[in-house]
Every structure is written in structure tokens, then in C-alpha cells.
């Protein structure tokens, strides 16, 4: 497992904090969330290691195995039972403009209708699917509408190293965060998670059941992350002593 990407990868109550500072900061700033399939992607790139300035966990299997070894953190997932609607929340009461860029076009027009009806006060100045051929006129748009929040839903890799671009070629200060598959869930439904699926932590089981690529990861790549972070951890804590 990657040590660097271990360091960066922050404990959910800390996310309110670190949000506020970057709304306040003079400079621009990445974030975003990791579960064990984005993870094991983002550890092989140093460049999205260097270039994302948090990572929070998305879900409790990366939690516990981290908490194995290293300093407790707590998860921090952009959805509805977590962080998603206090961050959207605090974007609306700042008057912040936003672009939401990510999913399909359908998927994502739906998902800003649901979301303006969320948040009446919320500023969409932008958005656009995420299927993108040109990122420089993507940036150019969003700094002549002078964006201050942006929401990315692609999919790791591909959120990580747009957010970093933008990162690189927006003007001004601008929040730039990942959310995954959250455009596409809200488009489905504006609270994607049944009560009792959020009540008791089963949020990966009503995705493998309504998707087929969720399916695939947590069969075929999860256990696969599982055995190798034990066996690297295990490794590296042993060469300590």
C-alpha cells in the first residue's frame, strides 16, 4: 500500500473544517474520496496523489482496514448519509457559483433539477456531462462565468486527473470536489438510499443489487484490495519492530 497516499487520506470529522477552509482559501483547492477500488487506482499515480489536497474514506471497509494499523479515521462519503447535503447546504448559503460537471446528459440535467429544488438557493452557473474530449475549453467556460465550487462525478480515475487540470487552469479560487456516482444516484432518486439500507450501513448492498459494474468490483476487485493492504501492512509493520 502506499504510504504517501496513507498520510493524505483524512478522518471524516474533519471534513466540515477542512470545506470552510477551503471556501476561505486565496488559492484552489482538490477533494476527494477513495473506497477500495478508487484506492488501489489513485496508488498507483503519483501525480493524483501529489495533485488531490484531501482524500477522505469513502466507506467503512477502508476505514476499518486502515484503523488496523494507523491512526483512526472516520468515513466521509459525498452522498445523503454523510457529507453530501451539509456541503451542498453550506455552497447555497455562500452564494457560491457552482458548475456540476459528470454522469450522462440526461442523467446529470435531472440531477440539477433535483438538486435546485434541494437547494432553491443553490447557484448552478454550468454543467455538462462528464464525457469530455476538450479540457481546456471546459476551464476556459468555467472561468469566464468565474466558478467558485466545482462538482465532479466521473469515476476514478478520470474525476481525479480533470480536478487536478482544473486545478491547474482555473483563475480564481475554486473548490473543486469528487462525488462518484452521486449525479447518476440522484437522478434515480433524490434520496438515493432507502432509510434502513443508510440506518444500517448497507449502502454497498443496495448498489450491488441495482448495479451490475458495483457487483463486479466487490466480487471480483475488493477481495483482491483486501489481501493485498493486510499482507502489505502486515509487512511493513513487522519490518518496523
Same mark, same amino acid.
Given at each position: ?7 493524505? &487520506? ?49 466507506g467503512s471497509l477502508l476505514c476499518h ?44 440535467t435531472l440531477a440539477v433539477k433535483v ?13 455538462r456531462n462528464g464525457y469530455i474530449d ?7 467556460? &468555467? ?99
Amino acid at each position: 500500500m502506499n504510504n504517501k497516499l496513507n498520510k493524505k &487520506l483524512n478522518s471524516g470529522e474533519i471534513f466540515d473544517q477542512t470545506s470552510a477552509e477551503a471556501f476561505a482559501a486565496e488559492n484552489k483547492t482538490v477533494i476527494s474520496f477513495l473506497n477500495p477500488f478508487s484506492y488501489y487506482e489513485v496508488a498507483q499515480d503519483d501525480e493524483l496523489i501529489s495533485g488531490v489536497d484531501y482524500f477522505f474514506s469513502d466507506g467503512s471497509l477502508l476505514c476499518h482496514l486502515h484503523n488496523l494499523f494507523l491512526p483512526k479515521i472516520t468515513r466521509a462519503s459525498f452522498d445523503y448519509s454523510s457529507i453530501a447535503g451539509t456541503f451542498l447546504e453550506s455552497v447555497a448559503a455562500r452564494g457560491k457559483r457552482i458548475a456540476i460537471i459528470g454522469a450522462t446528459e440526461e442523467e446529470n440535467t435531472l440531477a440539477v433539477k433535483v438538486l435546485k429544488n434541494q437547494y432553491p438557493g443553490l447557484n448552478v452557473v454550468f454543467h455538462r456531462n462528464g464525457y469530455i474530449d476538450d479540457n481546456q475549453q471546459v476551464a476556459e467556460e &468555467l472561468n469566464e462565468l468565474q466558478v467558485e465550487v466545482v462538482l465532479v462525478g466521473m469515476g476514478t480515475p478520470y474525476q481525479e486527473r480533470f480536478s487536478i487540470f482544473l486545478k491547474e487552469h482555473l483563475i480564481s479560487p475554486a473548490v473543486i470536489i469528487t462525488c462518484g456516482g452521486f449525479l447518476t444516484q440522484t437522478s434515480i432518486k433524490p434520496d438515493y438510499y432507502h432509510p434502513l439500507v443508510k440506518k444500517f450501513g448497507l449502502r454497498w448492498l443496495q448498489r450491488i443489487v441495482m448495479h451490475k459494474h458495483v457487483r463486479d468490483r466487490v466480487l471480483k476487485v475488493y477481495p483482491k484490495f483486501i489481501f493485498s493492504y493486510l499482507k502489505t501492512m502486515i509487512r511493513q509493520h513487522a519490518t518496523k519492530k
